[in-house]
């Protein structure tokens, strides 16, 4: 009887440990597709890491190349030098938006691209100040002549006498006006040192005549007078250098630091002879008119440019000091007169303006440049009749590009106070060698 019962608990083990090594085995076929699970999640999800990354890059050169081509045309437009027809820029901006949109590189130009003045240098605006905004290129010569006209005219009114009651006068009134012209012709050379260094000399050559219209003082007689005085020769020599400071871009304003040096070899006031001239007064007239000043001075200056669209805006600030002269003596008819140690004032000066690309040929600016020139001293003290002096001038300048790359400049400068040149007319033409 027991072995029946035996056979079937035998059986039964037998099927039990069939079922356990099934189990077995579907447990560790699951556990083995498990881990395979794991693996092919990892692999999908370094490929999607490597997929950003790689779209990171290329939104990267895309943007860069975007940023160059904004760059290209903004200085484009504002210089007018080598700027591209309008719309061709077009089909650039086409290509960008398209690799952008599809994850692609952005396609890359073929061949050599022309030269453009990348070389974070400012963008040019016609000139209308003394100190040019663009530095020449580094290695290249710029002979820049040009010729300047100026035009002023004064009145002066003295009385003398005395008064009994007011409003009448008893005495001589001495009416006086001046007019006077001047040409200056000069001769500019540039060289580029660096990119960010130039080095200038400018020659000019001086013509003045001065037309003096007055009523003897102590006559009463009411016939005027016409006294005529020129002179010409060669001017004072100036010798500048330049420096860009920083970079610049579209965004960023770029400073330019300058020095110049404006020598004394034009003939000046204290060379040439004073007489009496009947209707003259404090001293009389000079007999031949000075072409130079006179003093040896140096003038440090900050120039700033500030791109916008479609616009440059500019100005600038500087310092004059003439350096004093010794024993300084004035010739008269009777001989030379002592006058002592002379120092002119201190000059402080500052511009601003805005410069505006017309088409790719021309351009213009406008601008205000104010000088505050100081008061005279002799021997240490402040000369009779020296006052500080306030010159204002509004400028306006074009530009224009001839078809063979030659370059014409115009400015017109009108005086806002009195004590500065009604008109003023300055011709350049910068060539480049």
Request: no cysteine.
């Amino acid at each position: 009887m027991k072995t029946p019962v035996s056979a079937s608990a035998a059986i039964m083990g037998h099927g039990l440990a069939g079922a356990l090594l099934v189990l077995g085995g579907s447990a560790a076929q699951a556990a083995d597709d498990g881990a395979g699970s794991v693996s092919r999640l990892q692999e999908q999800v370094d490929e999607q890491a490597e997929q950003i990354r790689q779209l990171k890059e290329s939104l990267l050169r895309q943007n860069l190349a975007i940023n160059e081509l904004q760059r290209m045309v903004q200085i484009d437009r504002i210089t007018g030098r080598g700027a591209a027809p309008a719309g061709s820029y077009a089909p650039r901006r086409e290509q960008l938006a398209q690799a952008s949109q599809q994850g692609e590189a952005p396609p890359q130009p073929v061949g050599q691209a022309p030269e453009q003045p990348a070389d974070s240098r400012p963008p040019e605006v016609a000139p209308i100040f003394e100190q040019p905004g663009v530095l020449t290129p580094r290695g290249k010569w710029i002979v820049e002549p040009s010729l300047q006209y100026s035009y002023s005219s004064s009145n002066r009114i003295a009385l003398i006498g005395y008064t009994i009651i007011p409003a009448i006068l008893i005495g001589l009134i001495d009416v006086r006006e001046v007019k006077s012209n001047s040409f200056v012709a000069a001769l500019t050379v540039r060289r580029g040192i660096t990119n960010r260094l130039e080095l200038e000399a400018k020659v000019p050559w001086v013509y003045r005549s001065d037309d003096t219209i007055s009523r003897e003082v102590f006559t009463g007689s009411a016939d005027e007078r016409v006294f005529d005085t020129t002179g010409s020769g060669l001017g004072d020599v100036e010798v500048t250098g330049r420096y860009q400071l920083n970079d610049g871009g579209v965004d960023s304003p770029y400073y330019i630091a300058s020095l110049r040096l404006k020598t004394r070899t034009g003939k000046d006031p204290f060379e040439v002879k004073t007489v009496f001239v009947p209707g003259a007064r404090e001293g009389g007239m000079q007999t031949e008119m000075p072409t130079g000043s006179g003093f040896y001075t140096l003038t440090p200056g900050l120039t700033v440019l500030i791109p916008s669209d479609p616009a440059v805006f500019f100005g600038g600030v500087s310092y004059q000091h003439s350096f004093k002269r010794g024993n300084v003596k004035t010739r008269r008819e009777g001989g030379s007169v002592l006058v002592g140690d002379v120092k002119p004032g201190p000059t402080f000066g500052f511009n601003f303006g805005m410069g505006l690309a017309l088409n790719e040929r021309s351009s213009f600016s406008i601008g205000y440049d104010h000088l505050s020139v100081g008061k005279v001293e002799v021997d240490g003290n402040t000369a009779p009749g020296s006052v500080r002096v306030q010159l204002g001038t509004l400028l306006l300048g074009y530009s224009y590009r001839t078809a063979n790359g030659q370059t014409l400049n115009l400015s017109l400068g009108a005086g806002l106070t009195t004590d500065t040149p009604d008109l003023q007319l300055t011709l350049r033409m910068p060539l480049t060698l």
